[in-house]
């Protein structure tokens, strides 16, 4: 007999619950095509991946009919590693990487082959997505595919059909107006497809980094005042008003001392350095982008930093200032996009606990800063008394 008590105790968590990425099948923005054959599809496909590859990067999955049959009439191709047993082929094609492999790729290694894809583009007669575009074709109807329609956002009408049918309709109401247009409205479609990766750019959210030990200044530099107030809350004002919403990486000590005064996130990877708050800051939100500043940048301008992002570039997977010398990415001032969450935690994997190795080793958008004496760094006494004294003289 179980007693009331038992009844209403909570839920037994065996795991840290984690804000998790917000994917579909393969990536952030994906759509998949379906209601026509596949050869008008990849068509489709193709004709948008070519007018809008300038400016994202655009990823295509389908199937192959062809291959498949081949292999059944003729066996595997001698010519090819997999068919003497190899697990895995790497080829390279001087135009681009060929990667072949032996065994299916599940749901979540098949997002870590997305991961660079601004756009996914789905033959969703093979596959599904978590956004369709519908074609109505009579060569190909949906009627018994209802199922796999459950974010429609566009539909195509092929080419004679005037008309989405009765049962669509029913299917669609009360989900808003859906456009139609004619599959030979590429203008249109490119427009709509430019659009959809438009809404799905991540919200930029910003990181006051100032949760180290400070140990050459022999007190926290957040807390210095250059400005009228303590470092932290300048950096922290310069963010917020850029920012979707803006927190204070800290340490456990600093968390306590913070109480209700700002926002904070308490590191969660420790011992990183700056890695470690930017760890933090994305797993605390990996859906959003991250513009993080260190405390210790007195000389930073908020005109700098509203730079930096109108220059943000959210195909890459960081947009960063060069140094002062021009020569590596400053990683304390960059804007991170979720891509980077994964690329961060492959590079600690690996044992770099450095996030400018990350940059240097990634498609990131390097920017050459207006004033380079805004990137001076102060970590010692008498360099606090210098730019006190240049601050001073402003």
């Given at each position: 007999m179980i007693s009331n008590e038992s009844k209403n105790k909570p839920a037994h968590?065996?795991?840290?619950?984690?804000?998790?990425?917000?994917?579909?099948?393969?990536?952030?923005?994906?759509?998949?095509?379906?209601?026509?054959?596949c050869g008008n599809i990849k068509q489709l496909a193709f004709a948008l991946t070519e007018l809008l590859?300038?400016?994202?990067?655009?990823?295509?999955?389908?199937?192959?009919?062809?291959?498949?049959?081949?292999k059944v009439l003729n066996g595997p191709d001698a010519n090819t590693a997999l068919a003497h047993g190899s697990f895995l082929e790497y080829t390279d094609k001087i135009t681009f990487q060929r990667l072949d492999y032996r065994a299916a790729f599940n749901e979540y290694e098949q997002k870590a082959f997305f991961r660079q894809a601004d756009l996914i583009l789905v033959n969703g007669n093979h596959f599904a997505a978590s956004t369709q575009i519908i074609v109505i074709d009579p060569a190909k109807p949906l009627a018994k595919k209802l199922e796999k329609l459950t974010n429609v956002p566009l539909i195509l009408l092929a080419d004679g059909v005037t008309e989405v049918p009765d049962y669509m309709q029913t299917h669609l109401a009360g989900r808003g107006p859906v456009p139609v247009y004619s599959l030979t409205e590429t203008d249109k479609i490119v427009a709509f497809v430019a659009d959809f990766y438009r809404q799905n750019i991540p919200l930029l959210n910003g990181l006051v980094l100032a949760g180290g030990q400070s140990t050459?200044?022999?007190?926290?530099?957040?807390?210095?005042?250059?400005?009228?107030?303590?470092?932290?809350?300048?950096?922290?004002?310069?963010?917020?008003s850029l920012c979707a919403e803006t927190f204070v990486s800290c340490n456990a000590a600093q968390a306590a001392e913070l109480g209700s005064t700002l926002p904070y996130l308490e590191d969660r990877f420790l011992n990183l350095g700056p890695k470690g708050g930017i760890l933090t800051a994305l797993q605390h939100n990996p859906n959003a982008a991250w513009l993080t500043v260190a405390c210790d940048l007195p000389l930073l301008s908020a005109a700098t930093v509203q730079y930096l992002v109108q220059h943000?570039?959210?195909?890459?997977?960081?947009?960063?200032?060069?140094?002062?010398?021009?020569?590596?990415?400053?990683?304390?001032?960059?804007?991170?996009?979720?891509?980077?969450?994964?690329?961060?935690l492959q590079?600690?994997?690996?044992?770099?606990?450095?996030?400018?190795?990350?940059?240097?080793?990634?498609?990131?958008?390097?920017?050459?800063?207006?004033?380079?004496?805004e990137l001076r760094n102060v970590n010692d006494p008498e360099a606090y008394k210098e730019v006190k004294a240049v601050l001073g003289q402003k």
């Open positions: 968590q065996k795991h840290t619950a984690l804000v998790r990425p917000q994917l579909g099948q393969f990536g952030r923005a994906e759509l998949a095509i379906l209601g026509t054959p590859s300038g400016e994202i990067k655009i990823a295509y999955v389908d199937a192959d009919h062809k291959s498949a049959d081949a050459r200044m022999h007190t926290d530099k957040g807390l210095l005042n250059y400005h009228g107030h303590d470092q932290r809350s300048h950096v922290y004002q310069l963010l917020d943000r570039d959210p195909t890459k997977m960081a947009t960063a200032f060069y140094d002062p010398e021009g020569i590596f990415p400053e990683p304390l001032l960059t804007i991170w996009e979720p891509r980077s969450y994964a690329t961060l590079f600690l994997s690996l044992g770099y606990s450095c996030p400018r190795k990350a940059l240097i080793n990634s498609d990131v958008k390097l920017l050459t800063i207006p004033d380079a004496n």
